[in-house]
Structure formats: structure tokens, C-alpha cells
């Protein structure tokens, strides 16, 4: 079995972690519905917000890529606030107008925001009325992804940990599972699938599923293993099903990956011979894809504006794996638990800066004039055209980045902006 | 509650933004959730600003929530004067900072700076972008341009005149501007301040100098215009001038004003729309059907244009901008239509489908619908993407935005000979209605018969039941033989779902038991094109 890693204190693994308070420029939650309506193919997401709210999110997608997408926003106005309309009469109506246009639904999530927050609207009761009413073809579940509660990524975990409690129940008596925690893009779960079932593992399942009727069952044999560092609340829903957590980095790189696959290894016993020969053939051509990249990166100093969580994650596979120096790792927010193995392999003295004050860390940015800066949408033209390289982080979420056969993929994004400089000369 | 799949303005206070974001030495401290910082995005990816719009927010969190976010806002107003030294300050709360009821105002005015900090009250649960964008123009106006300027007596001196309007993520507000300027050069008129965009604050206490003022964009800038003839006593001219005619117009209302003979600036062909339409390969475009939905500005003029200046029949007219409502229904009017008024995408979407146009003229999101339902599109209007702040110099306004316009328009189409060729050779495996115009690829579409398919089905949104008259007895219509079915299908695709449509009537008016070829025939003699 894999020991726990103590909790790092900021002394032990040498990483300074520094906390910051002050103007945050990062997304609400409700972002995260730009790549969960796409995951879970028969879920809608019903914002429950403001004009802000559904124009955040047509911004955040790419800006309005998708000509039906399978999300709107029941915006509310003054009728409701004032009391003129009633609000649960409304959202009825709203869901009601919704289902007849998309009988295809199978699964609507009722997404708070910050104004439904505010005004204190219970959506948790407004999704069960409406899941007996529309039962049995359509669940309604409900997650809060504002902005006074959620950075970016934390709206996966609270969409996650709401589905958490519907899952089916797994028999007392069942034999150990694996399940792999974490929207991944189909094509890296297809991956890990299979090198999973090389190793022996053939009950693997993924939260979440593709389709609604698909959960995976959990239950008291469960060992769970997070694919994303953003998963706090997701976490710790599963655990109070009795759920336990495979502890392990991340599997971004080929390092992240081997350590990640070999936790779940090591908890199910698996022959380390029978290990070697599963991942072997991966190992390599990770291996051979990260050649191209490192001496492009090796020696590049970096520094990480805070935006999805995974900014730890990323410096590790940066340093260790393509030789590059870390600045500053900005995240918005540190899971201590999550994160204890990937902050242990982190070079000692990394400074790790937890929140954020806008203006003070785009001082200290231009100050070390770094050759990379990993930053949201809204910081990259601004700081590319006072001259420094920008990658902006949320293609990091929209593009499968996990698992051996993308770890290249994961370096040439960021060298991307770094070639390119070097191509152009106007 | 409204259900919205897309919005076509966002809220009140990123209207303010683009007030903010278009000038200089003014910043806009608003109390916002860490979530609204998304807007940021807006300027620096669709627009591309290299620099950060000069916005502050307060980024409150729930568990400031029960101790002191007035606090919160105040040390940011504090904080961001020091930063940014502005000459003048914006404050105010987007939708979340209005429950909490924090009044940025007073708190703002409590610090005491010592420079101009002006409150907006801008309701994020009624109004919408535009109406935040004018308000908050209007407020900076009123607050910065209310002393008299001394002006010279007007002879012996140029005409002198202030344009109004153009901001930041504004719909070729950059390139407008400088055909209006190049107008105005040419009628040997001074400019004295453009503003919102390039303006400081400074600039906006010297605007009573000017002899007139010129509204570019009536939804930004009409209210501060009105309150500067009511105060300074200047007139304004409000013609918006997309398009030949308009723009003639707009030339001879501003030379009347400055006093100004516009003959030399009208001679000759400013213009080559005029040519192009009159010539010869331009036929084709008679009375192709066109959808126009946008704002309230740039629709009124594409209607206007399209109809008079391309010969096309407008058979849709619609605005998101429910305050110029008035003036679309009576533009819709004159054209036989009814006018579509509504931000509800899915209307929108509806009203498309029933109107059968052969090109949309409308914004992002009409692209959208035209891309699903393969019908050729360009884009006249906000909001926009990306793709719509082109490099190159493409102006709607003023002589050369009339070529810029007639280029757009007819790009997407079929051309004339290609069309032809797909009329009469129907079954060539190559070349037929499911590939898109040549010149654009010529793909398959995907979507072919979306048109079609789409009135068959039952529509996807509640929309206005088509027009029956009473005395009919509304049976379903009468089947289709199978050889008048397959005739059908040699009817172009973006006409058949019209020509389907018109059939079934004539055979429901006269009862027939079946459609047959004849009967689409006769269909076709009777209702014409």
C-alpha cells in the first residue's frame, strides 16, 4: 500500500508558500460548464443568474462556439426580486419551456450563481420538486458555481460532488474498484483504460461518465484515484460513501503519470513485472515525445499566474521533467492533502503564492521579466505586449493534456509561444 | 426569469467598461464578484487591447459577505487612485454589489479625492449593455462638460464640431471614425474632441467649444448630445451615414449646420456602390431575400440599404434594442413586414426559419443560425467575435463603408452564372444545392436541407402560428404524390421550404385530395415568385 505523505509544512519540503490577499482575476465556477456539457453528453446546465452570468459564459467558451449548446441561464430580473413573480413559479416555467425544447435531457443540473446566492434562493429544494415532477426521465440535481464561492476549476468539483450522492450504491460485499475522479478528455480515459486492464485492473470506472445513466456505483470497496487537483468537495463526498483516496500526483507528464498509475498499482497489489510491461511501452514513447521539447524549454524561467489549480502540478512536470526554473507558482487556491506529493517533488525554495492581489503580482511579473508567463485570457495581451511570452492557461482544460501520449502535447503547448517568437520578425 | 441560451448585450456595467475602456486617464473601480473579471477578456481577446482595461474590481468573496464589503470598496477606490492617478473616477456595482446595497457612491465621496468621482446607477436586473454604455457617457458628460467654454464669433474661423459616440468593443467604431473625420476634412470642418474614444477627462470640460456635435451611434451618445444642446446650445446631427444615400445625407445636414456649401464633397462618384449595383452582374441580386436583425442602428440602415442600394427585398427586420423600437416598426412598415423586437435568441432563431431568406444580415449569433441552416450570412451589427475586428481598414460609415458594405453583402452569395447552372442542372453529382457557393470552397453543407426540415418539423421555440384565413378549414396538408415530391427537390434549397409552404396552401384553399406536379406548378403561376 502507498504510505500517506505527511503534510507538508512549508519548512519540511522546502517550497515557500506564501498567501496573498487582494483584487483576484480568475473565473467563477461557473466556467467549468464550458467543458462539462460537452463531457456529460445528455446533461443541460440551467444557470440560475444574471445577464452577467449567461455573457460570462458565451465570453469564456471560446466565445459562442457552440450553435446549441446544452447550457443557458435563467436570468433573473426585477419581477422576481421584487417579489412580483415568484421565483420557484418561474424556474418552473423556465425548466418546463427547457425540457420540451431538448427532450433528449436526461440529467439538469440547476447551477447557483452569485446573485441566486445572495438573494438566498434554494436551489436544492427547487432540484427536488422539480426531479419528482419530471421523474422518471429527467434528474435535477443542483451546485453552487459563483463567484463569492468558486475559483474556475472548483465548479467541477461542486457539479462532481453533487452528482456524488446519486450515485448507485455499491454492494457491501463487492470486490475492491478502482474509480478514476475527474473530467478527463475521452480520448486519454479511453488511454487509461487500457493500460489499466494491462495491469490486470479491469473494474475501472470514471466520475463522471459520459452518459447520466452510466454513474459509477461506489461504496466501501471503492479506492478512488483524483485525476485533477481541483477536487476537494468531490473528494469528500466519496469518503462519507465510504470511499478512500488512492493518495498520488497528478498524471500530467510522463513521471506524473507513471507515479499516478503506480499509487493505484500499489493499492491493488499489482506485480511490479506486470506494472513494468504495462506502462513500458508508454514510458518510451513519452519519453521520446518530451525529447523534441526539452532543450526548448531546459533553462526557461517561468511564472505561473493563479487561474486553475493546476498550476502546481504543471511547475513539477516543467522542472523535473523539462529542466525549466519556476518564479512563482501562482494558484488560487492550495489542497494541502491533494497536493502533498506534487509540492514534495517541487525544487526546494519554489515559491508557491496562494490568491492573489492583481496589480502587486503583475508588478513582481515585470519584474523578473520571465521568459514564459502562464496567465488567464485576460492578462495575456497585455503582458505579451509589454514583451513578455504568454500561455494562457485555459487551453490547458480544453485540450486532453493527461497520461503518457500526450505528455507531449503538454510541452509543445508551452514552448508554442516561445517557437513562435522566435519565427516572426515583424 | 427568462430562459437565454446566448445574450445579445451583456449587463449594464460592461457597457460602462467600454466607456471606461475607450478614454484616457479615467478608471472604473467596480464593486463585482472575483467571476465578473471575465470581462477583462472582451478588450484583450476580441478586441486585442494590448493593456488591461482600466477597470478595478473589488472581487468580494461570501465570507466578506457578513463583515464589511463596504470596507472592501473603499480601500480598493483608495488603493487604485494612488495606482493609477487617474484625472477622473467611475464607481458603481455590478449585479451581485446591487443586493448588497453597498453604495459606491457615498462610500466613494466619503474619501474625499481630489478629483471627479462620478456614481453610476446603472440596474443590472432591467437595463442592458448599450443603455450602461450611454448612461454612463451621458453622467460624464454632465459632470465633466457642464461649464461654458468661451467660443470665437464663427467668422473669419473654420467650423469646429465634436463627434460623439464610438467606444471601446464597438462594431468598427475605429475604422468609422476616421471616414467621419475624413468627411468633415473634407467639408473644411474642425474636430474638436472625439470621445468616449482618445478622450480624457480634461477633454470632455472642453466639449462646449465646439460650434455641433455629430452622433455617430445614437444608442451611445444621443442623451449626452441632448444634454449638451439643452445646456451649451449645440445642435447635433444624428444621421447615421451607412450607406450612399445616408451618408449623402449626413453631408448635407453637417454642412448645413456648419454653414458649409457640401457640393464638392457630394460630386462625382464618391462611392463605387452605385456602379456596382447598377451593373450588369449585379442583376442576380434582385430581390434576393434578406433577414436583417442587429442593433437598432446598424439594422435601420441595413434594411435601408439593402433595399434601395442592392435591390434586395427585405423579408425580415428585427433589434435587440427595445428603445428604438419605435423606428424599426415603422422602417419594418415599409417594407411589408411586421418587425421582430426581442432579445430572445430562440425568437430570433424562429423567425429565421419562417422568413426563408436567401442571406442573413445580422450579428454572431444569426451567424450561427445561417451556418446551421445554410444560408449565406454576414455580419452587420454587435456583438461580435473576434473575426470582426478585421486588420485591415473596413468601415461601414461614409463613402467607403458603402463598398466596404456592398463587398460583404454579396461575397457570401451564390454567384450569378453558378446560380443558374444549379437551377437547371439539378441532379450533377458535383454541383448541386448541398455545396456551398464555389468561390467559398464548395464543400458539401452539411445542413442542406436544414432549411426545409426546419419548417416541416414543429418549431423548436414558441413562434407566431402562420397566417390562416378563418373561412379554411385547417386540415393537415394534402399528401404529396411521389413524382411532385421529387420535382420539389429540383427547387433550389433556400426557396423550397417557401415553395412547400405555398403548394400545401393553394392545395389546402382550393381542397385538393393530393399535390401533384401540376399542382406545384399551378402553386407557383399563382403566388409568383
Redesign the interface.
Same mark, same amino acid.
Given at each position: 500500500m502507498n504510505a500517506h505523505a505527511p503534510l507538508p509544512d512549508a519548512a519540511g519540503c522546502g517550497v515557500e508558500i506564501r498567501q496573498e490577499y487582494g483584487q483576484r482575476a480568475v473565473f467563477c465556477g461557473l466556467t467549468g460548464i464550458v467543458w462539462l456539457h460537452r463531457k456529460i453528453q445528455d446533461a443541460f446546465f440551467l444557470v440560475v443568474g444574471s445577464r452577467t452570468c449567461a455573457h460570462l459564459i458565451q465570453s469564456a467558451a471560446g466565445v459562442m462556439i457552440f450553435a446549441e449548446p446544452r447550457f443557458a441561464t435563467a436570468i433573473i430580473d426585477e419581477r422576481d426580486l421584487a417579489g412580483i413573480a415568484d421565483m420557484n413559479d418561474e424556474l418552473d416555467r423556465v425548466v418546463g419551456r427547457l425540457i420540451e425544447r431538448r427532450p433528449d435531457i436526461k440529467l439538469l443540473f440547476l447551477v447557483g450563481s452569485c446573485p441566486s446566492e445572495v438573494i438566498k434562493l434554494d436551489l436544492s429544494r427547487a432540484a427536488l420538486r422539480l426531479s419528482k415532477s419530471l421523474a422518471p426521465d429527467v434528474r435535477v440535481l443542483n451546485y453552487s458555481g459563483s463567484g463569492i464561492e468558486t475559483t474556475f476549476t472548483q465548479g467541477e468539483d461542486a457539479c462532481l460532488a453533487s452528482l456524488v450522492p446519486d450515485l448507485p450504491a455499491e454492494p457491501a460485499e463487492a470486490a475492491a474498484s478502482l474509480l478514476v475522479v475527474g473530467a478527463l478528455a475521452d480520448v486519454v480515459e479511453d488511454q487509461f483504460a487500457r493500460i489499466f486492464a494491462e495491469m490486470g485492473l479491469d473494474d475501472v470506472r470514471f466520475l463522471p461518465a459520459r452518459r447520466a445513466n452510466e454513474m459509477p456505483a461506489v461504496g466501501r470497496n471503492t479506492r478512488y484515484l483524483l485525476a485533477q487537483p481541483f477536487l476537494t468537495d468531490t473528494a469528500r463526498a466519496l469518503e462519507e460513501r465510504g470511499a478512500r483516496r488512492i493518495a498520488a500526483p497528478f498524471p500530467l507528464g510522463a513521471e506524473g503519470t507513471t507515479r499516478w498509475l503506480q499509487a493505484a498499482a500499489d493499492a491493488f497489489g499489482v506485480d511490479p513485472q506486470h506494472f513494468e510491461a504495462a506502462t513500458a511501452p508508454g514510458r518510451k514513447r513519452a519519453g521520446q515525445a518530451l525529447a523534441h521539447y526539452r532543450e526548448r524549454l531546459a533553462g526557461k524561467r517561468i511564472f505561473f499566474f493563479p487561474d486553475s489549480q493546476l498550476e502546481v502540478p504543471l511547475a513539477r512536470f516543467l522542472s523535473r521533467e523539462m529542466g525549466t526554473e519556476l518564479v512563482e507558482v501562482g494558484t488560487p487556491y492550495l489542497h494541502r492533502a491533494h497536493l502533498a506529493d506534487e509540492l514534495e517533488l517541487l525544487p526546494r525554495g519554489t515559491v508557491v503564492n496562494e490568491g492573489q492581489s492583481l496589480d502587486d503580482q503583475m508588478d513582481r511579473c515585470r519584474a523578473a521579466k520571465p521568459d514564459l508567463t502562464i496567465c488567464g485570457l485576460g492578462l495575456a495581451n497585455p503582458l505579451e505586449a509589454e514583451g513578455l511570452s504568454t500561455k494562457w492557461s485555459i487551453e490547458l482544460l480544453f485540450t486532453p493534456i493527461q497520461g503518457y501520449d500526450q505528455a507531449g502535447d503538454l510541452a509543445e503547448l508551452f514552448c508554442r509561444p516561445l517557437v513562435r517568437r522566435t519565427r516572426l520578425e515583424v | 426569469?427568462?430562459?437565454? /441560451?446566448?445574450?445579445y448585450?451583456?449587463?449594464p !456595467?460592461?457597457g460602462a467598461m467600454r466607456i471606461a475602456t475607450a478614454m484616457k486617464g479615467l478608471h472604473y473601480v467596480l464593486h463585482a464578484?472575483?467571476? *465578473?473579471? %471575465?470581462? *477583462?477578456?472582451?478588450f484583450?481577446?476580441?478586441e486585442?487591447? *494590448?493593456?488591461?482595461p482600466p477597470v478595478? %474590481?473589488?472581487?468580494?468573496?461570501?465570507q466578506d459577505?457578513g463583515r464589511d464589503t463596504a470596507e472592501i470598496f473603499k480601500n480598493?477606490v483608495a488603493?487604485a487612485y494612488e495606482?493609477f492617478q487617474p484625472q477622473a473616477m467611475i464607481v458603481g456595482a455590478?449585479?451581485?454589489a446591487e443586493?448588497?446595497q453597498d453604495d459606491p457612491g457615498g462610500l466613494a465621496k466619503a474619501l474625499a479625492l481630489p478629483i471627479p468621482v462620478i456614481p453610476l446607477e446603472l440596474?443590472? %436586473?432591467?437595463k442592458?449593455e448599450n443603455w450602461g454604455a450611454s448612461e454612463t457617457f451621458y453622467r460624464l458628460v454632465r459632470a465633466l462638460a457642464n461649464q461654458p467654454v468661451e467660443r470665437a464669433p464663427r467668422e473669419n474661423r473654420r467650423p469646429i464640431c465634436n463627434i460623439l459616440g464610438p467606444t471601446a468593443l464597438g462594431f468598427r467604431h475605429r475604422d468609422d471614425i476616421v471616414e467621419i473625420r475624413k468627411l468633415l476634412g473634407a467639408l473644411g470642418i474642425d474636430v474638436n474632441v472625439v470621445a468616449p474614444m482618445g478622450a480624457t477627462p480634461a477633454d470632455l470640460g472642453t466639449l462646449s467649444a465646439a460650434d455641433f456635435n455629430v452622433v455617430m451611434y445614437p444608442e451611445i451618445a444621443k442623451a449626452a448630445a441632448q444634454y449638451l444642446e439643452k445646456t451649451h446650445k449645440q445642435p447635433f446631427v444624428d444621421i447615421v451615414p451607412i450607406g450612399v444615400k445616408a451618408t449623402e445625407r449626413f453631408v448635407e445636414a453637417v454642412a448645413k449646420l456648419a454653414g458649409v456649401d457640401p457640393a464638392p464633397v457630394l460630386a462625382g462618384a464618391p462611392s463605387r456602390l452605385p456602379w456596382y449595383s447598377r451593373s450588369v452582374d449585379s442583376t442576380y441580386l434582385t430581390g434576393k431575400r434578406v433577414f436583417i436583425f442587429g442593433d437598432a442602428t446598424h439594422a435601420l440602415s441595413a434594411a435601408r440599404i439593402a433595399a434601395t442600394e442592392l435591390g434586395f427585398k427585405v423579408v425580415g427586420l428585427g433589434t435587440y434594442s427595445r428603445e428604438f423600437a419605435r423606428e424599426i416598426r415603422a422602417e419594418a412598415a415599409e417594407h411589408g413586414i411586421e418587425a421582430l423586437i426581442s432579445d430572445d435568441y430562440?425568437d430570433v432563431e424562429a423567425a429565421i426559419q419562417a422568413a426563408q431568406p436567401e442571406l442573413v444580415l445580422g450579428t454572431?449569433?444569426e451567424r450561427?443560425?445561417a451556418?446551421?441552416l445554410g444560408v449565406p450570412c454576414a455580419v452587420i451589427s454587435a456583438p461580435i !467575435? /473576434?473575426q470582426d475586428f478585421p486588420a485591415r481598414h473596413s468601415p461601414q460609415m461614409g463613402f467607403e463603408g458603402a463598398n466596404v458594405l456592398f463587398d460583404t453583402w454579396v461575397h457570401p452569395l451564390m454567384m450569378g452564372l453558378e446560380e443558374h447552372l444549379l437551377g437547371m442542372f439539378r441532379e450533377d453529382p458535383e454541383f448541386h444545392d448541398g455545396v456551398a457557393p464555389s468561390h467559398l470552397g464548395g464543400k458539401p453543407r452539411e445542413s442542406a436541407d436544414a432549411v426545409e426540415q426546419a419548417t416541416a418539423a414543429p418549431p423548436?421555440?414558441p413562434s407566431p402560428a402562420p397566417p390562416i384565413p378563418a373561412s379554411i378549414t385547417i386540415d393537415g396538408p394534402a399528401p404529396w404524390a411521389a413524382d411532385a415530391e421529387k420535382e420539389l427537390r429540383k427547387i433550389p434549397f433556400f426557396v423550397r421550404g417557401k415553395a412547400r409552404a405555398n403548394t400545401e396552401r393553394f392545395a389546402r384553399e382550393r381542397e385538393l385530395a393530393i399535390i401533384t406536379v401540376e399542382t406545384l406548378y399551378d402553386a407557383k403561376a399563382h403566388f409568383g415568385r
Open positions: - | 426569469m427568462q430562459l437565454t /441560451v446566448w445574450t448585450e451583456g449587463p !456595467h460592461i464578484p472575483q467571476g *465578473d473579471t %471575465y470581462a *477583462d477578456l472582451l484583450t481577446m476580441i486585442r487591447r *494590448d493593456a488591461r478595478t %474590481y473589488t472581487t468580494f468573496q461570501a459577505l480598493a488603493k495606482r455590478s449585479c451581485t443586493l448588497i440596474p443590472a %436586473y432591467q442592458k430562440l454572431q449569433m450561427h443560425i451556418k446551421r !467575435h /473576434v423548436l421555440a
